[in-house]
């Protein structure tokens, strides 16, 4: 559960350019939108795994979409959220964001495991 997440994170996207991006596109000017059926798509993707996943009885939860959402909170957001904090200078160390990431899928597995 760590692959995702942590690759959206990883060294080449945790640079200064890209934390100079999110901090553009937060700040809630008119930016290039993608149409809303592609930018879903990835969420649209695990919340099918996260079904089958319950289905399986590998996790526990009546709504998959929901699940999905935490999941993207625990990992991916709180990763995102460091690499903000830090500033463009000393953006998180590698080791902190996949430190970031092996905590949120813990709770999540805790939670929904």
């Known amino acids: 559960m760590t692959a995702t997440p942590a690759s959206s994170c990883s060294r080449p996207t945790a640079s ?3 934390v100079t991006f999110c901090r553009l596109t937060s700040q809630g000017r008119s930016a290039l939108r993608l149409p809303e059926a592609v930018r879903e798509r990835p969420e649209r ?7 089958q996943l319950a289905a ?46 092996a905590d949120g899928v813990d709770a999540f597995l805790r939670a929904y495991g």
């Open 45 to 51: 993707m695990l919340e099918e795994r996260f079904t």
């Open 56 to 101: 399986d009885g590998e996790i526990r939860t009546a709504d998959p979409r929901r699940a999905v959402q935490h999941s993207t909170a625990l990992t991916v957001l709180l990763a995102v959220d460091a690499l903000r904090d830090d500033g463009e200078e000393s953006a998180a160390a590698e080791s902190e964001i996949l430190a970031i990431i």
């Open 16 to 18: 200064s350019d890209y």
